[in-house]
């Protein structure tokens, strides 16, 4: 069996074991407590390219609890990106945030956020694997139903891809944030998927995530839909790295 074989068949059984567990009654899940679910990850993530060096990035994340049944939070963020050259590009950008805490009441207020931010992005090339380094420094005004926090934490993200084939990629990234209130690292996010380009603007993936927030880890199936659209003509640029 070659090495794409191998990858594909593991990418069909991911896809069949997610469908199954959908498929599952819901009787059959209930007994778990939410915060020992597996979770749902649904990100959107692209870029629309004004020019050679500008882009809008353009993310939207909806979370669930458990497998696309019960809201974990909605989020949505843009911005305006300066691109230099491939390897390198700054972005500053605004984010917004809704959440609904395990305990939340149907007509409670949620907790929601605001962003400010900034972020910087380089990508390099080691042994055939593709490194990209992010480093987003966030300003957050967060609402909560009796209170109002200003917050600023740091986060750096490794990620590497490597790929298997024409369209076919395998990416790994690990994420930790620095809480600049609390002086230490309260939050870590690893990743390990697969992913397609189904076409020179369109990429889809599927993977696992583990999200350790602070004494709680969360086990979520990631899926994603990547894509770009240009306002100018250029030769292909890579979208592993938008979201």
Same mark, same amino acid.
């Given at each position: 069996m070659t090495q794409i074989t =191998?990858?594909? #068949?593991?990418?069909?059984? &991911?896809? &069949?074991?997610?469908?199954? @567990? &959908?498929?599952?009654?819901? #009787? !059959?899940?209930?007994?778990? %407590? =939410?915060? %020992? !679910?597996?979770?749902?990850?649904?990100?959107?993530?692209? #870029? /629309?390219? /004004?020019?050679?060096?500008?882009?809008?990035?353009?993310?939207? &994340?909806?979370? @669930? @609890? #458990? /497998? !696309?049944?019960?809201?974990? +939070?909605? +989020? +949505?963020?843009?911005?305006?990106?300066y691109a230099p050259n491939k390897k390198n590009k700054l972005t500053l950008g605004v984010a917004f945030l809704d959440t609904q805490p395990f305990d939340h009441f149907e007509f409670e207020s949620l907790t929601t956020q605001f962003w400010l931010y900034e972020e910087y992005c380089r990508n390099q090339k080691l042994l055939g694997v593709k490194l990209a380094h992010r480093g987003r420094l966030e300003k957050r005004w967060i609402t909560k139903p009796h209170t109002e926090i200003f917050n600023m934490r740091f986060r750096y993200r490794l990620q590497a891809t490597y790929p298997v084939s024409k369209n076919l990629y395998i990416k790994v990234f690990d994420e930790p944030f620095f809480d600049f209130n609390q002086s230490k690292i309260n939050q870590n996010r690893f990743y390990a998927g697969i992913g397609r380009k189904i076409s020179p603007s369109i990429q889809m993936e599927l993977g696992y995530m583990k999200n350790h927030v602070g004494k709680n880890n969360f086990d979520r199936i990631r899926m994603v839909f990547l894509f770009k659209a240009k306002l100018y003509k250029d030769k292909n640029s890579d979208m592993t790295s938008v979201d």
């Open positions: =191998l990858v594909r #068949n593991t990418f069909l059984k &991911i896809v &069949i074991i997610h469908l199954v @567990y &959908i498929g599952l009654p819901k #009787n !059959a899940v209930a007994q778990e %407590d =939410l915060r %020992d !679910a597996t979770g749902t990850w649904l990100v959107i993530a692209g #870029n /629309l390219e /004004l020019r050679e060096h500008w882009k809008v990035p353009t993310v939207g &994340i909806v979370r @669930y @609890y #458990n /497998l !696309a049944e019960q809201t974990e +939070f909605g +989020f +949505f963020r843009t911005g305006i990106t």
